[in-house]
């Protein structure tokens, strides 16, 4: 059972290229989250999904797109990076609603993509 | 505008003492609190957590104080090791947890 994976661990884009970052995980979570985080920021909800197929903005969002093909996997895409997206990203999983329709709470987070934006 | 204020940025304790770390927040919407901890090159952890229905709860040596009139939430780290050197996040979402709000963290340094 690995949890919530992350690929890459480490990219360096130079501005206006694109990239793809990938979030799997393994416990069936009907939710899934994508965070940046900076210094002194804590933690900013970039878009998120309650489920396959679905996806919404968070406080951040501009910038990036995401999507969920699949209910194991989320992915945070950047059309043209910028400086101001050089943060460390990341994804994170929790099961929603669960089976007696109880939501259920506990986020599990991947380990972090570390993306510097030259 | 930042729903979830922390302080301490940093905190140095020494070990066996009491590490306090302090959020409060605006929303009244907000009805679940977790704090989480962070370890150097790791995603964060649930640590512990509290609903606004209970003032406090406790687990192991980490307890949450909870004061809803004051709308302030706090993590009390009783007898504090070197292992608890981490960054702590608190963090407050509402109703069927779509969104977090993490505050902006501290940064405790427990000294041997």
């Known amino acids: 059972n690995a949890g919530v994976t992350q690929t890459p661990k480490f990219r360096v884009l130079k501005t206006g290229q694109s990239m793809t970052l990938l979030c799997a995980q393994d416990?069936?979570?009907?939710?899934m989250y994508w965070y940046r985080q900076d210094p002194g920021m804590g933690l900013r909800l970039i878009h998120y999904s309650v489920g396959e197929g679905t996806t919404a903005k968070g406080e951040v969002p501009d910038g990036y797109n995401v999507s969920r093909l699949k209910k194991q996997n989320f992915l945070l895409g950047l059309e043209s990076a910028a400086p101001s997206q050089t943060s460390v990203y990341f994804c994170?999983?929790?099961?929603?609603?669960?089976?007696?329709?109880?939501?259920?709470?506990?986020?599990?987070f991947g380990p972090g993509t570390r993306l510097t934006v030259l | 505008q930042q729903q979830v204020k922390q302080s301490p940025q940093s905190l140095i304790v020494q070990k066996g003492g009491i590490s306090i770390i302090n959020c409060a927040y605006e929303?009244?919407?907000?009805?679940?609190f977790p704090w989480y901890q962070q370890f150097p090159g790791k995603g964060p952890a649930l640590l512990i957590a509290i609903r606004p229905d209970v003032s406090e709860k406790k687990e192991g040596r980490f307890t949450i104080s909870f004061n809803k009139s004051a709308k302030q939430f706090s993590l009390h780290i009783m007898d504090s090791q070197p292992g608890d050197s981490a960054t702590y996040f608190c963090a407050a979402s509402i109703n069927n947890f779509n969104k977090f709000y993490f505050g902006s963290g501290t940064k405790l340094n427990v000294k041997p």
């Open positions: 929303n009244t919407a907000f009805d679940y």
């Open positions: 994170a999983s929790s099961p929603g609603r669960g089976l007696a329709g109880v939501y259920t709470d506990t986020q599990y």
């Open positions: 416990m069936n979570h009907e939710y």
